[in-house]
């Protein structure tokens, strides 16, 4: 098994950015596609944005285009998730997520179900 480990969380004045990282161990990061996910109090966990193994091919959910951005540093075995401008619907639990043959293509739903290996998530909050 990946393990995976989420930081760079916390709280944030609305319209700061933070920079999320999510590292892996156990297996060469390279060897998964990477999703990105995020759970509000009372919501369903959502698709945030994924990148895959290579970094060629990205996906951000139109919800947060433009403000999110998504990368990966295979040498050093972690991914990112940049958020800026961020926004008070913008708090939740972030989560990192590994899959090995998960597809990530522009404009496909991303689905938690489909990933198998799961970070412990970081807590982001925002204050206005």
């Known amino acids: 098994q990946v393990h995976l480990v989420e930081s760079g969380g916390g709280l944030v004045q609305a319209g700061g950015s933070l920079r999320l990282s999510c590292a892996a161990s156990g297996f060469g990061l390279d060897q998964y596609t990477i999703g990105w996910f995020r759970q509000a109090p009372g919501k369903e966990r959502e698709g945030v944005s994924c990148?895959?193994?290579?970094?060629?091919?990205?996906y951000i959910t139109a919800s947060v285009k433009g403000r999110f951005t998504i990368s990966r540093d295979n040498a050093k075995d972690t991914a990112y998730l940049e958020i800026n401008t961020l926004e008070p619907e913008d708090a939740a639990v972030y989560f990192c997520?590994?899959?090995?043959?998960?597809?990530?293509?522009?404009?496909?739903?991303?689905?938690?179900?489909?990933?198998?290996?799961w970070g412990q998530g970081t807590q982001v909050a925002v204050s206005s």
């Open positions: 997520a590994a899959d090995p043959i998960y597809q990530c293509l522009t404009g496909t739903h991303l689905q938690p179900d489909l990933f198998e290996y």
């Open positions: 990148i895959s193994r290579s970094g060629d091919n990205s």
